[in-house]
């Protein structure tokens, strides 16, 4: 049965969707920005930042359901600029140490709030 998962040491959703969806013994999470769930407002600057504030909302997200990023079985990061590849691929190598999900990068034109990265994630319960 589909269950909507919503933290609030998360940042809100800024349209029709829900953080998460739990389904099946998988979540399911939206595309996640480099918002402070406090404030509100996105983080704009670099993407090291970004990437490491988009894995703490993530982190969050996913305590809401009992999983941590250990039950992440799959990621898709979308960049608005590989060359920064990089940079977010060191903070992401950080978060996931051992045994790292099934990965997607795509580059894309633009982003929601000019964020210029995103991540989304699937994790088994």
Known sequence: MKKVINSNNAPKAIGPYSQAIEDGGFVFTSGVLPIDPVTG?????????????????????????GCTLKNVVKTTVFLTDLTQFAEMNEVYASFFKENPPARSTIQVVALPKGSAVEIEAVAKK
């Open 41 to 65: 407002e996105i983080y704009n600057g670099s993407v090291r930042v970004q990437t490491e504030l988009i894995l703490k909302n993530l982190e969050n997200i996913l305590k809401e359901t």
